[in-house]
T-cell receptor, first 115, second 116 residues
Framework: AQKVTQAQTEISVVEKEDVTLDCVYE???????LFWYKQPPSGELVFLIR??????QNEISGRYSWNFQKSTSSFNFTITASQVVDSAVYFC????????????FGKGNQVVVIP | GAVVSQHPSRVICKSGTSVKIECRSL??????MFWYRQFPKKSLMLMAT?????????EQGVEKDKFLINHASLTLSTLTVTSAHPEDSSFYIC????????????FGPGTRLLVL
């Protein structure tokens, strides 16, 4: 069984502050993929990043960065210098390869950026 | 690339009617599509996995006769909510797996269903 935990339900930050979203996962497999998706108020899930279990390099994409630490089973997401457009729900998800690649989603982090 | 569309974006119907929702992969072939349901302020709940040309695989607790899924081509899957009731009101969202990057699911914009 796999499980994804996003402990912070709602996070409010003032514009230009940094915000870090924690994601902790559980899996018995050695090969797996981790994802982050953004769901703005419109409802569509926007793919942000995919990381496989053998690639522990951190990644930066503009104001977004991700820290993957296999030792602590965490895949945290940081938004630097937050903007109002970053207000959304962010989901961390885990999939195991093969078969239909079903995703296990965390409960999501509601991020509210206050202007 | 990897764009998924859904139609309609929102629908209001009377109790007892059936509603069909379409999910299309616009710029790639999707051998597998997924249907999710999301309640307000909740996470996504996988309803079923749809493979092109074969029967859908439903998650435990999801009525297959209630939620009919057809995946007739590599770019189209449909979800039909049969004899809809108010408790079926929800946000339904589909995703498609790209044949190029097989592990990533790309999501459609979702369909808001309100059953009166």
């Amino acid at each position: 069984a796999q499980k994804v935990t996003q402990a912070q339900t709602e996070i409010s930050v003032v514009e230009k502050e940094d915000v870090t979203l924690d994601c902790v996962y559980e899996t018995r497999d050695t090969t797996y993929y981790l994802f982050w998706y953004k769901q703005p108020p419109s409802g569509e899930l926007v793919f942000l990043i995919r990381r496989n279990s053998f690639d522990e390099q951190n990644e930066i994409s503009g104001r977004y960065s991700w820290n993957f630490q296999k030792s602590t089973s965490s895949f945290n997401f940081t938004i630097t210098a937050s903007q109002v457009v970053d207000s959304a729900v962010y989901f961390c998800a885990l999939s195991e390869p093969g078969g239909n690649n079903r995703l296990a989603f965390g409960k999501g982090n509601q991020v509210v950026v206050i202007p | 690339g990897a764009v998924v569309s859904q139609h309609p974006s929102r629908v209001i119907c009377k109790s007892g009617t059936s509603v069909k929702i379409e999910c299309r992969s616009l710029d790639f072939q999707a051998t597998t599509m997924f249907w999710y349901r999301q309640f307000p302020k909740k996470s996504l709940m996988l309803m079923a996995t749809s493979n092109e040309g074969s029967k859908a695989t439903y998650e435990q607790g999801v009525e297959k006769d209630k939620f009919l899924i057809n995946h007739a081509s590599l770019t189209l899957s449909t979800l039909t909510v049969t004899s809809a009731h108010p408790e079926d009101s929800s946000f339904y969202i589909c995703s498609a797996r790209s044949g190029v990057t097989q592990e990533t699911q790309y999501f459609g914009p979702g369909t808001r269903l309100l059953v009166l």
